[in-house]
């Protein structure tokens, strides 16, 4: 294809890209969050189709992934924000740590051999689904959000794990905060995901910013031609998801998206090992 290897199959690209964006659209929708646990392992896939290079593979999914959630993420923001479901203190609280930890996540990945973050990738993508797909709503680990340097430290993992794995991080703070005691965990968990997608994309252009073998209309690790198509569509996938998930049993969404992360997730590792 002449946007990423030199060779007429754009066809490929896009119909990869498109199928990415729906699913992870209409996951996130259905969910709340969970769209970069499916669009990097996809991205990744479609990448590797299209010749890019392995060293350079994952970190290009994880960046243009990170771009194509902010729009969706932002709109969902703002849709938890008019319903006053966000918990402003602690994200003003939460935002310095977790902007820290995210541009360390970007650092450290462009040290860190393809294969261990494929592994690891796959493992936290699994443990949030299983989660996802296990956890009950009255589990509870605190009364509140801690604060002093617990408090530090959790945002700051999260926002390192989420930037390093592509994801906006809301389907790792969503179950935090619920298990820390949030009453606005999914409206809060989304407020620091449009900070980690903004935060996360512009250091992985950054940490990118004039690495070899990346394709075309690349800047850095986040490729344009990549977000134009998955961003739109993703978008269009959310809103639709987010209107039917009331008419859809809660279990049905939540066992299909578990699935679908555990066996794509398996087989980048697979082709990662392999």
């Known amino acids: 294809m002449d946007f990423f290897t030199g060779n007429n199959d754009e066809g490929t690209l896009a119909l990869g890209l498109l199928i990415a964006g729906v699913a992870a659209g209409l996951f996130s ?14 991205l990744y896939h479609v990448l590797g189709q299209l010749g890019v290079s392995e060293a350079v593979r994952l970190h290009l999914a994880a960046g243009t992934a990170l771009a194509a959630l902010l729009p969706t993420t932002l709109a969902a923001l703002h849709s938890h924000l008019k319903a006053k479901a966000v918990d402003l203190n602690l994200l003003k609280r939460w935002s310095a740590p977790l902007v820290v930890g995210a541009v360390a996540g970007a650092a450290l990945a462009q040290r860190l051999p393809a294969e261990w973050l494929a592994i690891l990738f796959a493992g936290m993508a699994m443990v949030v689904a299983l989660f996802l797909l296990l956890g009950k709503e009255g589990w509870r680990i605190c009364d509140q ?6 408090g530090e430290l959790l945002p700051f993992g999260c926002g390192g794990l989420s930037v390093m794995m592509g994801i906006s991080g809301a389907s790792l ?6 298990l820390c005691g949030s009453a606005r965990a999914s409206g809060t968990a989304t407020g620091f995901a449009a900070i980690l997608c903004a935060v996360g994309a512009a250091a992985c252009v950054v940490a990118g910013w004039g690495v070899h073998g990346l394709p075309q209309y690349s800047y850095g690790y986040v490729n344009l031609m990549g977000f134009g198509i998955v961003a739109p569509v993703m978008y269009a ?4 998801g987010a209107h039917y998930a009331g008419a859809i049993e809660a279990k049905r ?13 398996g087989k980048m590792v697979w082709d990662v090992m392999g």
């Open 29 to 42: 929708g259905m969910l709340g969050a969970g769209g970069g646990l499916i669009l990097v392992p996809v």
């Open 145 to 150: 959000p801690p604060r002093r340097w617990v």
């Open 173 to 178: 703070m969503a179950p935090l905060l619920r």
């Open 237 to 240: 996938a959310s809103r639709a």
């Open 253 to 265: 969404p939540r066992a299909s998206f578990a699935l679908f992360v555990i066996l794509i997730a």
